[in-house]
Nanobody, 116 residues
């Protein structure tokens, strides 16, 4: 059983930074990609950033240039460094783990609120 636990969310002022962490445990030997998604109230869940087992990364247009996804394989942890945060970044952020068979596992989410 795969478990994903996000942390690092909170309240930050516009222009500020946050670093989200996703600690993984369980049967994580088969990973195709790890990703961060977000869902704002009344909106669909959307991809923010993703890192493949090869190390390749991709980002949504809104995240490019401001967010950076990284991983620490020794700690089984994936990070999302978010800089220059905007009010429209306010959302519940989810960590995901995608297996080579196409199974997606999700964390419980961590709230990010950008407000003055």
């Amino acid at each position: 059983q795969v478990q994903l636990v996000e942390s690092g969310g909170g309240l930050v002022q516009p222009g500020g930074s946050l670093r989200l962490s996703c600690a993984t445990s369980g049967s994580t030997s088969s990973i195709y990609a790890m990703g961060w998604y977000r869902q704002a109230p009344g909106k669909q869940r959307e991809l923010v950033a993703r890192i493949f087992s090869s190390g390749t990364t991709n980002y949504s247009n809104s995240a490019k240039g401001r967010f950076t996804i990284s991983r620490d394989n020794a700690k089984n942890t994936v990070y999302l460094q978010m800089n220059s945060l905007k009010p429209e970044d306010t959302a519940l952020y989810y960590c995901s783990l995608l297996t080579p068979l196409g199974i997606n596992h999700w964390g419980q989410g961590t709230q990010v609120t950008v407000s003055s």
